[in-house]
């Protein structure tokens, strides 16, 4: 049963406009949200993170979402860049700083010229 | 340092023989965390320590498979007599302790891709 769930596999936006991420989950006991971007051959990059006390949390051009009652996060990112092609993963936490991060299967972000 | 160091990059082993990887964590962090990622884009935790101490051992198969972090060495994780399923690519994260009450995100190596032929 997979627990964080990305359900859009690709994502092409131009370049300028605005791209959302989505990521739902289904274990309440996350408190911890993490977004990392990942280029082919590199290690996922550490994005932006929100805790479960927070509705939004901005930085740059980044922000992410939290909707807690639906279980529900996104990452808003604008404008886009065409350095922003990568794969996208959402990552969750239970309340342990020791904790292991669970990952949906990310979401492969294509931004044109 | 100031990145996650995996070494090697890619290996490559005949099945049945032992694979060893290594893991060098940020300097100042106490948690380290391996995980496995088999196909392209599937994440599965293996181990994670805190410290030279094993935190959580949940996702670590029950044979063949091992890990260690001691002190002022690369963290190291084996697997004995491979199988072709064991092919993928390993990857090293650690983090800090949390500071002022705050979680602290895992920042990862590259990870080191490991073919069994």
Redesign the interface.
């Known amino acids: 049963d997979q627990q964080v769930k990305q359900n859009s596999p690709s994502l092409s936006v131009q370049e300028g406009r605005i791209s959302i991420l989505n990521c739902d989950y289904t274990n309440s006991m996350f408190d911890?949200f993490?977004w990392?971007k990942k280029y082919p051959?590199?290690?996922?990059?550490?994005l932006i993170?929100i805790?479960s006390i927070k509705d939004k949390n901005e930085d740059g051009r980044f922000t992410v979402f939290l909707n807690k009652s639906a279980k529900h996060l996104s990452l808003h990112i604008v404008p886009s860049q065409p350095g922003d092609s990568a794969?996208y993963?959402c990552a969750a936490?239970e309340n342990t700083?020791?904790?292991?991060?669970?990952?949906g299967?990310?979401t492969t972000l294509t931004v044109k010229p | 340092g100031e990145e996650v160091a995996q070494t090697p990059k890619h290996l490559v082993r005949g099945e049945g023989q032992k694979a060893k990887l290594y893991c060098a964590p940020i300097k100042g962090h106490s948690y380290v965390f391996w995980y496995q990622q088999v196909l392209k884009n599937e994440f599965k935790f293996l181990i994670s320590f805190q410290n030279e101490n094993v935190f959580d051992e949940t996702g670590m198969p029950k044979e063949r498979f091992s890990a260690k972090c001691l002190p002022n060495s690369p963290c190291s994780l084996e697997i004995q007599a491979t199988k072709l399923e064991d092919s993928a690519v390993y990857f090293c994260a650690s983090s800090q302790s949390r500071r002022g009450g705050r979680n602290q995100p895992q920042h990862f190596g590259d990870g080191t891709r490991l073919s069994i032929l």
């Not at chain 1, 700083?97 to 990952?103: D, E, H, R, Y």
């Open positions: 911890y993490l990392y051959a590199e290690g996922p990059t550490f993170s805790s794969v993963f936490r700083n020791a904790g292991k991060s669970t990952f299967d990310g």
